[in-house]
């Protein structure tokens, strides 16, 4: 046990420069849900009275900026903002495309085949991640690979 006030001192100038130290990803961790029911209203405050400002469908990833009651703040990959209802998301993960267009290839690698093409905005489940590929799977259950630069979510 440090008995001086310098001891005390020197312990607490540590605690505070370490957790200056810490990345960012580590110290501010974003919370990330995903839209469980086929449509979903993204309204402009935290209740069923306020206006729908966007109807998001199935999967659609989603930032948690806050939480107030029943109702979660969010941000979709535009850095749009606005409410959904917290039963209405899920900890499924998905990936939308944030580029025009990307290509689906059999493998995590610009290697392998294209097997297949997604444009921008389209939800893709993601099924596992691999360096800076994400292996996803389309609406209609077509597994493949996309560069992680191009997607935005899980």
């Known amino acids: 046990m440090i008995q001086t006030l310098a001891g005390r001192a020197f312990i607490?100038?540590?605690i505070v420069v370490g957790a200056w130290l810490l990345p960012g990803p580590v110290a501010h961790a974003q919370r990330l849900v995903?839209?469980?029911g086929a449509e979903v209203n993204m309204r402009s405050?935290?209740?069923?009275?306020?206006?729908?400002?966007?109807?998001?469908?199935?999967g659609y990833p989603l930032k948690v900026l806050r939480?107030?009651?029943?109702?979660?703040e969010v941000q979709d990959f535009e850095n749009?903002?606005?409410?959904?209802?917290?039963a209405l998301t899920g900890r499924?993960?998905?990936?939308?495309v944030k580029s025009r267009i990307?290509?689906?290839r059999k493998g995590p690698g610009t290697g392998y085949p294209i097997i297949g093409q997604a444009e921008y905005g389209e939800v893709l489940r993601t099924r596992s991640k691999r360096r800076d590929w994400v292996q996803v799977e389309r609406a209609e259950g077509q597994p493949g690979w996309v560069a992680r630069r191009?997607?935005?979510?899980?």
Do not use: C, F, Y
Not at 45 to 58: A, F, I, M
Not at 92 to 96: A, D, G
Not at 150 to 154: A, M, Q, R, S, T
């Open 34 to 36: 995903s839209i469980e």
């Open 92 to 96: 499924t993960p998905h990936h939308v």
């Open 45 to 58: 405050g935290p209740g069923t009275g306020h206006e729908v400002l966007w109807v998001l469908n199935k």
């Open 67 to 72: 939480r107030q009651g029943r109702w979660l």
């Open 150 to 154: 191009l997607l935005w979510g899980w």
């Open 102 to 104: 990307v290509n689906i």
């Open 12 to 14: 607490t100038a540590i």
């Open 80 to 86: 749009d903002k606005g409410w959904v209802a917290r």
